[in-house]
Nanobody, 118 residues
Framework: QVQLVESGGGLVQAGGSLRLSCTAS????????MAWFRQAPGKERMFVAQ???????SYGDSAKGRFTISRDSAKTTTYLQMNSLKSEDTAIYYC????????????WGRGTQVTVSS
């Protein structure tokens, strides 16, 4: 069983920064990729960023140029550095894990709230 715990959310003013963390209770060798998604009130969950085990990263359009996904050397904690935050970034941010042999993100954290005040 994979458990993911997010932290680092909070209230920030527009233009500010936050760093989210996601700690995974799983052997890093079984994880193909880690990702961040977000869901704003009344909207569908959307992709923010992902990092593959080899280090390749990709970003959703809303995150490009402002957000950076990274991980620690043990590959058990994944980070999302968010800069130049906008009010439209307000959402619950979820961490997700994709294991080798799987085609999608099957494991999810409970989410952490990010609120950006304008």
């Amino acid at each position: 069983q994979v458990q993911l715990v997010e932290s680092g959310g909070g209230l920030v003013q527009a233009g500010g920064s936050l760093r989210l963390s996601c700690t995974a209770s799983v052997r890093s060798a079984t994880v193909a990729a880690m990702a961040w998604f977000r869901q704003a009130p009344g909207k569908e969950r959307m992709f923010v960023a992902q990092i593959w085990s080899g280090g390749t990263t990709s970003y959703g359009d809303s995150a490009k140029g402002r957000f950076t996904i990274s991980r620690d050397s043990a590959k058990t904690t994944t980070y999302l550095q968010m800069n130049s935050l906008k009010s439209e970034d307000t959402a619950i941010y979820y961490c997700a894990a994709r294991l080798y042999g799987k085609t999608g993100y099957d494991f999810w954290g409970r989410g952490t709230q990010v609120t950006v005040s304008s």
